[in-house]
């Protein structure tokens, strides 16, 4: 019910894009691109389904975008489109801290993409991959021979916990990539960690 519910809104925001698009064509929207046009439906799209589910990300972020494509004629030249993506950042940063809300885009777990926040507890390989963006996942690792995770996140919250992972090499390596984001590894006392870490605007 649900993937018929989000094909259907995004099937509509399409027609509605070509509606656009042909009303662009006889002169109805002087001044600005078809590119522009479909930018604008997408983003506005993404602001709509972020307001359901109380994500400031996705809702600063493709507003952000909108007043950048539309900054002559909204005469905010001179604040982007530096300024107005760092106010994006800044505030919607302020709001999740503010009421402890995290993004629920999309992540990426082996593989299978999904949508929403999400926990995952179940049997893995030795190599965990792992990617979100605008999302929340929790993983907890059920391995006996771990040797190596991948994680990514974008404008998003990732915790791992390691408890159940048995390493019987006496090594493994996990890799980060965050940016605007934040990770939470939760490593046994057991373990002889060394930290490599380089952090860019996002918190490990």
């Known amino acids: 019910m649900y993937m018929k519910k989000r094909n259907v809104f995004w099937g509509m925001l399409l027609i509605i894009a070509a509606v656009l698009i042909i009303l662009n064509q006889f002169g109805f929207f002087v001044g ?9 439906v997408l983003m506005i799209g993404i602001i709509i389904v972020s307001i359901k589910s109380i994500n ?7 507003l952000a975008i909108i007043l950048i494509t539309y900054a002559e004629e909204l005469n905010i030249t001179d604040f982007t489109p530096w300024p107005v993506l760092l106010t994006a950042f800044l505030i919607s940063l302020g709001l999740s801290m503010v009421f402890n809300r995290h993004g629920s885009f999309v992540f990426k777990f082996n593989g299978r993409e999904s949508f929403g926040s999400s926990v995952i507890n179940e049997q893995d390989g030795n190599v965990i991959n792992c990617s979100t963006t605008f999302g929340e ?19 998003g919250d990732v915790k791992v916990y390691f408890d159940n992972a048995k390493i019987p090499s006496g090594r493994a390596d996990i890799y980060l990539d965050v940016s605007f984001g934040d990770v939470d590894l939760y490593i046994p006392r057991t373990w002889n960690v060394v930290n490599d870490v380089h952090a860019f605007f996002g918190d490990m």
């Not at 400031?56 to 493709?62: A, D, K, M, S, V």
């Not at 996942?137 to 404008?155: H, L, M, Q, W």
């Open 32 to 40: 600005i691109s078809i590119f522009d046009i479909v930018l604008t």
């Open 56 to 62: 400031f990300w996705g809702i600063l972020f493709p």
């Open 137 to 155: 996942c929790i993983k907890y690792v059920n391995t006996e021979n771990f040797e190596r995770a991948n994680i990514k996140c974008s404008f």
